[in-house]
């Protein structure tokens, strides 16, 4: 629905001052804005300007402070009918998500900070898109529900770090959750969701959860949501960082890793997605364009507002206003130097 609002709504408070200095006007008979030069603007607001110049200054001023306010008139778009896909992003952030077997920019990274831009580039490239984040370790929670406000949830993606959840990786769990937060919109043909994908983001060695991994691969089958896996990391040694009991990095060991490829291939083939390793960049380019041919669907979302700046029709108005006041002033001035 259209209406009104105030980006800078802080602003308005000033208006509360204004009775203050009317009434210090009337009491003290002499100015009462400090105001750089103030000697040489004495004039326009001394004690013996016409009344119509006063209530100028005043209404001048108040229209300037609502303009800083910056007013907004808020109406929906003409074609709210949008069309995407929901997406759930499922985030490993086990302590396995430590090993810094990344270069980026000839600087060693973990897993999980080369994950990250992969996450934003994702959010960046789907503005029509629902999108949610799941994150799991030993057990998996609803990071962030399916939202539009994109901008809001690369903030939250931010903020992921590990050790936020008991180490472990449940990748059963976080697809049963997942579908959870998926079963919660649209459904297609014959109770199937369409439009539904879980894009899985993990090292791929499940060892904790109440959900095998399979099992919950089958569930998100039946219900139509592709399971699209990423898997991060290589195999072989690699370098793990090493903490003291205060969490301050104390050295580097060398510990083995295996990515459990063949996991993460089973579960994308057996719901229609595909397996990828994020070891490659152009993996996640190439995870997209396979998304990007699926069927799209229709939200029943609220349409975008869309907020039309209205400072101008205030502050020009202000301004011509306290002109106005400061001819006034002047003009009286000149009358009571000329008696």
């Excluded at 750089?36 to 229209?63: D, I, K, R, T």
């Excluded at 789907?126 to 809001?152: C, K, M, N, Q, S």
């Excluded at 060892?207 to 195999?235: C, F, H, W």
Aim: hydrophobic share 45%; net charge neutral.
């Amino acid at each position: 629905m259209p209406g009104w609002t105030f980006h800078d709504s802080l602003w308005l408070w000033l208006l509360a001052a204004l009775p203050l200095l009317m009434w210090l006007r009337r009491r003290r008979g002499v100015t009462v804005l400090v105001v750089p030069e103030a000697q040489q603007w004495q004039m326009s607001a001394s004690a013996n300007s016409p009344p119509w110049a006063v209530a100028c200054a005043y209404a001048g001023l108040a229209l300037l402070i609502v303009g800083l306010a910056r007013p907004q008139f808020l109406e929906p778009e003409k074609d709210p009918k949008r069309s995407g896909y929901d997406f759930i992003i499922a985030i490993d952030l086990s302590t396995s998500m430590y090993a810094e077997d990344f270069q980026r920019g000839g600087t060693t990274t973990n897993r999980l900070q080369a994950i990250k831009p992969i996450i934003s580039a994702f959010i960046n490239r789907r503005p029509d898109d629902r999108i949610g984040i799941v994150t799991f370790g030993g057990r998996a929670y609803t990071f962030a529900p399916l939202t539009f406000d994109h901008e809001w949830l690369r903030k939250q993606t931010a903020r992921l770090s590990i050790g936020l959840i008991e180490d472990g990786t449940a990748i059963g769990d976080a697809i049963g959750v997942s579908l959870s937060r998926l079963r919660q919109g649209q459904k297609g043909e014959a109770g199937k969701r369409e439009g539904a994908f879980i894009v899985l983001l993990t090292d791929g060695a499940s060892n904790k959860g109440s959900l095998d991994p399979r099992q919950a691969a089958q569930l998100a089958a039946e219900d139509g949501v592709a399971v699209y896996t990423i898997g991060a990391g290589a195999e072989g040694n690699i370098p793990m960082p090493v903490f003291d009991y205060a969490g301050k990095r104390v050295g580097t060991e060398i510990r083995a890793s295996e990515v459990d490829t063949l996991l993460l291939r089973d579960i994308a083939e057996s719901t229609g997605g595909l397996f990828f390793r994020a070891t490659d960049e152009r993996a996640v380019g190439q995870a997209f364009a396979q998304i990007d041919r699926e069927n799209k669907i229709d939200f029943d979302a609220p349409p975008p507002l869309i907020s039309h700046e209205l400072f101008a029709y205030f502050a020009l108005p202000g301004v011509a206003l306290l002109g106005l006041a400061l001819f006034g002033a002047v003009r009286r001035s000149g009358e009571d130097a000329y008696a």
